[in-house]
């Protein structure tokens, strides 16, 4: 019988920020992989975790570790795959592994816990109806204002992350692309010192400079572009006329027009479901 792969979430920073079942499952596992076995070690003596440790899947390493770990689970043994903090593979390694996995026919079951972008997004204030996770903020200025620019008529949430190094410069840069929009910092988040930071990028420009807050990481929230009411609701209202046309259900063209005019689900349906205007 054949192995399985666990990717188990850990905590981003208050320890008791770990499921029961993460728990377990780190107990009966044969082997953990994890980033940095150092800072896994921590949370694993809190807790009298002894499973040993079959090697660090770090990045730049990831695509050496895999063969000797598909041998393990086509011996029948358990793994575990962990991050230093959160969940492995949001912004951390591991999707080599798990595609190799996958593809070899073995299977993966995630153990879900602690997340640092979905922590920072459902407290930030921000829309949650439509969001996307872009991961680390390029490190290249150029790079990083490109992709700012390219937000700009952009609708849903984005989240980002991005290091006390470089958190001033990239709010610099996005007080340039998109002035006006609300921006959320959270900081630390789960740790002692915690916070949300809320306001245009140029008022917590000058919120952080100068201040001790600029350490630990960041997880940068960004409002999404808002929606024209008259240019969009023509568009909508020629979307609909075409797409009842065609006699497609309701729940489907609620479907097209989130999809493809990022309008929230819950306005979308009410303009379908109008009163003598419904698609059966």
Known sequence: MNGTLYLVSMPIGNLSDITHRAIDVLKSVDFILAEDTRTSQRVLT??????????????????QRVPSILSLLEKGKNVALVSDAGTPLISDPGFPLV?????????????????????????????????????????????RQSLF???????????????????????????????????????????????FLRGTATELCTLLAGSDR???????????????????????EQLLCELKAEGLPNKSIVRIVTQVLGMPRNEAYRLVHREGDVVT
Do not use: M, N, W
Request: glycine share 10%; with cysteine.
């Open 46 to 63: 809190h807790y009298g975790i002894s499973t040993p440790f079959f090697s660090s899947v770090y990045q730049g390493a990831e695509r």
């Open 99 to 143: 595609r190799a996995t996958v593809d070899a026919g073995y299977q993966v079951v995630p153990v879900p816990g602690p997340c640092a972008a979905i922590a920072g997004l459902v407290a930030s204030g921000l829309p949650l109806d439509r969001f996307c996770f872009e991961g680390a903020l390029p490190r290249g200025r150029g790079a």
């Open 149 to 195: 620019e390219s937000l700009t008529a952009r609708q849903g949430t984005c989240v980002f992350y991005e290091s006390s190094h470089r958190i001033l410069e990239s709010l610099k840069l996005l007080s340039e692309s998109l002035p006006t929009r609300r921006v959320v910092l959270a900081r630390e988040l789960t740790k002692i010192h915690e916070e």
């Open 214 to 236: 600029i350490r630990g990481e960041f997880v940068l929230i960004l409002e999404g572009a808002e929606i024209s009411a008259t240019t969009d609701q023509e568009v909508v």
